[in-house]
């Protein structure tokens, strides 16, 4: 179970048996027990559609709660499921359920998201078991098993270059819509058009440490080769991996850029391949390179793939010219501490100490390389 901040002082008389209520759906669902759930929508449905993902932990816990109505109450609570061998702590999504009073006492009539959903919002949940991974969602059976065969094949990539300081597994989930997709993140209709899978620190606030998902997005990641199911999937591996390390002043451009390193290592693709349309800017007359803002990675943005493919030449740069202990030795030195003063100069303290050499002077020699590499 978790706990968290208490609610308002002011409790209604009635929510000691809310309470009551939902420890005992909980409970119900979490053992799969039909005949300790009421009939209806709200219990029957929840219990088939989750019956295959392999839970150890289910739990709900007010946190907000509306005077009753007549015979009805309204509240919110956070629910918290965690999955078996997989999650050390529980993701954490915020729920509003309604409860009508009858002659049998309180009954749960509805409970909706606020925000992302949960797996089995979507429909039944179906699972597919890796070596080192579980992928679960309502894709079809053999989409799902595809997944976790990429997955298998990047996680021990991904150890190559960050080591076994990381669980070395991770849950996917993997629906059958770009619906089920944004539903999922909890985020606008189309907002990650485009882009084949996210790694999240499970929707919601995580009571103590990031729970992680990866998330596909079927419209662009279903018509992708093996080996860009590869590539993608290291990509994301890396985001999990590197979790401890990535702090809230980590530049985009350095963590999407080891991501890309870590999913293109050991592939035959070509800069050119790698980042198209960084090799089109290069051949502009009058292109003048310069590390990619944090705000050139939001989704939808305007040059997103180009800052991608920045992100991904500077930490390439960095593998060639000092070897790629000394890239994962500056990632796990921007955990250390974050800028005293500004970005820029916090940044250019970094490059020194483990490259050598300052932010101007790594600059100027990415912008010659990326000439030499792309402009012909």
């Not at 839970?55 to 007010?62: D, F, N, P, Q």
């Not at 899978?197 to 998330?215: E, Q």
């Not at 590539?231 to 002043?249: F, G, L, N, S, Y």
Request: proline residues 7%; contains cysteine; glycine residues 10%.
């Amino acid at each position: 179970m978790f706990s968290g901040p208490t609610a308002a002082a002011t409790v209604p008389a009635v929510r000691p048996e809310l309470e009551a209520l939902l420890a005992d759906r909980a409970r119900a669902l979490l053992r799969h027990d039909a005949a300790a759930l009421p009939a209806g929508e709200a219990g029957q449905a929840a219990l088939r559609r989750l019956a295959d993902l392999p839970l150890a932990e289910l739990s709900y816990r007010i946190t907000e709660f509306t005077e009753p109505a007549g015979t009805g109450v309204t509240l919110t609570a956070e629910l918290g499921w965690r999955v078996a061998e997989y999650d050390e702590y529980p993701a954490v999504l915020r729920r509003r359920l309604s409860f009508e009073r009858g002659t049998g006492g309180w009954r749960l009539t509805q409970e909706q998201p606020e925000g992302p959903a949960a797996p089995w919002d979507l429909g039944p949940v179906s699972v597919a078991p890796g070596r080192h991974c579980l992928v679960f969602g309502q894709a079809a059976p053999a989409e799902l098993a595809r997944t976790a065969a990429a997955a298998d094949q990047a996680v021990p990539l991904v150890g190559e270059v960050w080591g076994a300081g990381w669980p070395g597994k991770l849950l996917i989930g993997h629906p059958a819509t770009t619906e089920q997709f944004d539903r999922l993140l909890g985020t606008p209709a189309g907002q990650y058009a485009g882009i084949a899978a996210v790694t999240t620190a499970a929707a919601g606030a995580p009571v103590r440490t990031p729970a992680d998902r990866i998330l596909i997005n079927p419209q662009a990641y279903t018509g992708l080769s093996d080996l860009g199911r590869r590539v993608v999937t290291a990509h994301e591996i890396t985001h999990v991996a590197t979790r401890a390390d990535t702090k809230p002043w980590t530049p985009l451009w350095l963590s999407e850029g080891v991501a890309d390193h870590t999913g293109y290592r050991g592939t035959d693709r070509t800069p050119q391949q790698i980042a198209p349309e960084l090799a089109k800017a290069a051949a502009a007359r009058g292109f003048s390179p310069k590390l990619p803002a944090d705000a050139d990675f939001t989704a939808g943005a305007t040059g997103i793939a180009l800052a991608y493919e920045l992100a991904w030449s500077a930490c390439d740069l960095m593998v060639r010219r000092f070897g790629e202990r000394r890239l994962v030795a500056l990632y796990r030195a921007n955990a250390a501490a974050g800028p005293a003063t500004t970005r820029e100069e916090w940044l250019d303290g970094l490059l020194r100490t483990t490259l050598g050499l300052g932010l101007d002077e790594f600059t100027r020699l990415w912008a010659d390389d990326l000439h030499q590499r792309f402009a012909h």
